[in-house]
């Protein structure tokens, strides 16, 4: 049987998923109190997802949202990236128990290790807050860059984050500019959503 692959582990310094390594074990428990799962379901949801496409998972961590959408589209097929080699790992076990054939990669957000236009959806859930401001944009220049023509990036995260040094210090750093300079299209959708840990922004950027 396929298995699934993990590449080998980086070498530059990056924040661990659950902010530890030692508190790796509690990573998805704590994630499905805080309601996370809520709006990974929402992301899904949303992306009009089809048998066939090719989609990516920035800042995978342990693999949830991707195991999320290969139960609801077996035949899609899924890559998620993460520079923390021990969430890869546990990924890697959570989707060889399902059966799910998922690609896990080690790499960072800001250079990402794919050719131009290879995915057709791009998500994020809860990850760009983790970055510095310079690399905010090269994410998302990335991000335009592996996406094909018509794909669209689906992103969720709290809504103060660092902006890029260009883009003016307003909530989710002027997300309209931010868009602009990276050269997406457009917003297809920005939505505001208050939580019990701040408030977060569901966007879809084309």
Known sequence: ???????????????????KDWLLPLYDPLTYVMGINFYRKKLINEAGLQ?????????????TLLLMIKKRFPKIEATGIDPDRKALSMAAHKAERTGRIIRFDGGFSDDLPYGPETFDRIFSSFTIHHLHARK????????????????????IDFEHWNSPKNVQKKPMGNIHELIKVTEF??????????????????????
């Not at 049987?1 to 902010?19: C, D, F, H, V, W």
């Not at 066939?52 to 693999?63: A, E, F, R």
């Not at 905010?136 to 992103?155: D, N, Q, Y």
């Open 1 to 19: 049987m396929e298995k699934t692959i993990m590449n080998a582990q980086t070498t530059r310094k990056y924040l661990p998923s659950a902010g």
């Open 51 to 63: 048998p066939g496409q090719c989609i990516l998972d920035i800042g995978c961590g342990t693999g």
């Open 136 to 155: 905010t944009e090269a994410t998302f220049r990335e991000v335009r860059r592996v996406l094909k023509s018509g794909g669209s990036f689906h992103f």
């Open 185 to 206: 299209s457009k917003i297809k959708k920005l939505e505001r959503m208050k939580t019990l840990f701040g408030s977060v922004i569901c966007c879809i950027v084309e």
